[in-house]
């Protein structure tokens, strides 16, 4: 079964844009780790929800998702810029029903 990995943030209050930025082209560079198919970075349009940007990739496995998760690129990201800059958030793992 394939896994959907997303998640929807904010950024703390005091983060730049240009912080925001090298946020963005640090996500986007997660693509590069073998295994992450359709990767897709957005911005929330909606008011329903408190969120401001969300975030989702795929992978063929839940072995592939879990590869990724101890990947050191993806280790990196998280230590560097995801603890850094994010305020609140929300992940959530799929499983594709149908």
Known sequence: MSIRHAGIFNFKATVSESQKHAFF????ALEEISGVEKMEVSRQTSSKNKFKYEFSMEFASN???QAY?????HDAFVNDYFIPLVEDFMEIDTEKLM
């Open 69 to 73: 998760s101890i990947h050191p690129q």
């Open 25 to 28: 082209v640090a996500l986007k």
């Open 63 to 65: 072995e592939v998702y």
